[in-house]
DNA sequence: CATCATGGTGAACTCTCATTCATACTATGA
DNA sequence: TCATAGTATGAATGAGAGTTCACCATGATG
């Protein structure tokens, strides 16, 4: 009965026109979420925006929160396996932050949907169940751990001053996410390259001149 | 048939157990919209915890978004009250900005829920009208146009390196978000005052340890 | 003491959704 | 061509929650 033509991909045109559809919803829901936010879309305008009945949503996502998890799984990696790598790459610890800092440009281009799916919601009750809540954790340890691994071995080196490497990884995240969610935003307003420039020279320079004497 | 026994204020008894109620429908509202965020408490809920009828609440606010709305109005005038005066004090910029950092461990103890209620569903159409969003827009700038005016006053006088202070001040209140949020979350896993001079480190004099050379 | 007004009450109303399910469709294979 | 399995359908369901309103309690007024 099942001939199994490809036996690689388990699947033929049946399975691939239902994993088209997958996407399709997927698709018209990150849209939607990333727009009003949660609470604010329908399972109904989900499925109008996918040109489905209401019901077949559910042959694809068990409920309206997984739907939404699944969205963050997929977008999550796809915005961390842009950024993380800048700070395995080549060059010293200045230049792995200064890439890594560069890199939300990209991001903010090509991925501003997830972006605001990720971030509008951020930190709140405003959200779904704890499962959303924790994964939003482990994304969060996810930036935060290499980042703030990449500044501590710059203290070690001598070339960073001897800061907290885990409140700077933090608070350069931070800022990081406020400009970008800003430039994401209001792309017209917003010179995002140029404001990238700047935090990097707020992070590396700091605010107060220093006065150049011995030590 | 109106008295006006202390024509000062236009009350009386009456007139005062009324502000009380409405103080203490305002204080249950705050203490739950800051557990469990505007979507996840109902006006039943509030109502039971003030220790009124539903309808009651309904005295004192039109609607849901009106209630949460007069807290945002509330907190945030006290909160921007308690850090906004470091801005204007004595000492130079340096000393006001390590000022205005330190003040945010008080917020952090006296003002929790207040804070909850701000950051939690802080950017994002996780919320209710488009008046709650403008408010949020103008408390934002209300923090960072004097915030930005210090910096940009130290860069003048040559005490802070040339950097662009509004960059800086949305940098720094990013930070001091984040660092807030986690530590009002979770006091007990927390050292906020250290946290916070931390803070004052990086930003201060940045990451890249100045090569003390001339010029 | 009778009347009245003010504020409180909470059941009921309505509307919005997430979710379900009986039905219709369609390609597949015999 | 016919039977079948896997999908798609979308009206119906039921729970939840914001809001209303006819009614009650209480204290002031004359």
Known sequence: MEVEIASA???SRKERERQQHRQEILSAALRLFAEKGFHSVSMQEIAAAAEFATGTLYNFFPSKEDLFFELLLVTAEES????L???DGPGDERDKLSHFIRLHVRIAREQAAALRLYLL???GRCLPGP???AKK????ERIILPLSNV???GVRKGHFNTIDPVIAAKCLSASLE???LAAVDDPQATDLNADLKKVEAVFFNGLVKSRRGKA
Chains 1, 2 share one sequence.
């Open 178 to 180: 406020t400009l970008i």
């Open 80 to 83: 961390l396996g842009l950024v």
């Open 85 to 87: 790598p800048a700070l």
């Open 131 to 133: 499962r959303v809540e």
């Open 151 to 153: 500044i501590a071995a």
């Open 9 to 11: 991909g388990k699947s």
């Open 137 to 140: 954790k482990e994304i969060d």
């Open 121 to 123: 919601e951020s930190r």
